[in-house]
Nanobody
Framework: QVQLVESGGGLVQAGGSLRLSCVTS????????MSWFRQAPGKEREFVAG???????RYADCAKGRFTISRDNAKNTVYLQMNSLRPEDTAVYYC????????????????????WGQGAQVTVSS
């Protein structure tokens, strides 16, 4: 069993930055493709950024150039650095993990996820 615990959410003004962290327990994070998703009120959960076991990254258009996903396998932690935040980034952000033997595999749809964190609220004021 794997547990994912997010932290780092909060309230920030437009243009500001936040860094989300996701700590895994139960198995080393290096065994998983990891991603961040988000869900705004009344909307479906959407992919934001993903990182493969080999360290490759993939971003949704809404995140390109502003967000950076990274992983520290020694700390069993995945990060999402969010810069130049906009009010439309307001959502609950979820960490997700997909077990895979493929080093270059990405987790880009919510249906592929094996595990979810509890979510971290990010609110961006205008």
């Amino acid at each position: 069993q794997v547990q994912l615990v997010e932290s780092g959410g909060g309230l920030v003004q437009a243009g500001g930055s936040l860094r989300l962290s996701c700590v895994t327990s139960g198995r080393t994070v290096s065994s998983y493709a990891m991603s961040w998703f988000r869900q705004a009120p009344g909307k479906e959960r959407e992919f934001v950024a993903g990182i493969s076991r080999s360290g490759g990254t993939r971003y949704a258009d809404c995140a390109k150039g502003r967000f950076t996903i990274s992983r520290d396998n020694a700390k069993n932690t995945v990060y999402l650095q969010m810069n130049s935040l906009r009010p439309e980034d307001t959502a609950v952000y979820y960490c997700a993990a997909k077990g895979t033997t493929t080093w270059a595999s990405f987790l880009t749809t919510r249906y592929e996820s094996d595990y979810w964190g509890q979510g971290a609220q990010v609110t961006v004021s205008s």
